[in-house]
């Protein structure tokens, strides 16, 4: 079955971490440009992060610039996003997606989505 499984979201205290888990399963991910996106309630989808294909040059949104950081390990088929120093504002469903196109993270082009992972930062 070819699919995209996110995991590792949570309930996480202000300033904490969590490390969220992007897993292909039926492709390569190595292939692909790995985007991460999030969606609170109430709020439009924003895009977090991507990685590209080739090369792994990656890209933040200034939102979380310099406290999320995006790698890949494909050995594993597995694309991270580290987040430390978590706000309240962080809260959301996080999704990623996989795009074939390689150098760009386009949602509405993705060739796969994840079915979410929920992140809450709350005291």
């Known amino acids: 079955q070819v699919q995209l499984v996110e995991s590792g979201g949570g309930l996480v205290q202000p300033g904490g971490s969590l490390r969220l888990s992007c897993v292909s399963s039926g492709f390569t991910l190595e292939h692909y440009a790995i985007g991460w996106f999030r969606q609170a309630p109430g709020k439009e989808r924003e895009g977090v992060s991507c990685i590209f294909s080739p090369g792994d040059i990656t890209y933040y949104a200034e939102s979380v610039r310099g406290r999320f950081t995006i790698s890949r390990d494909n050995s594993k088929n597995t694309v991270y996003l580290q987040m430390n120093s978590l706000k309240p504002e962080d809260t959301a469903v996080y999704y990623c997606?996989?795009?074939?196109?390689?150098?760009?993270?386009?949602?509405?082009?993705?060739?796969?989505w994840g079915q979410g992972t929920p992140v809450t930062v709350s005291s």
């Open positions: 997606i996989a795009d074939s196109a390689g150098t760009m993270c386009r949602p509405r082009e993705a060739d796969y």
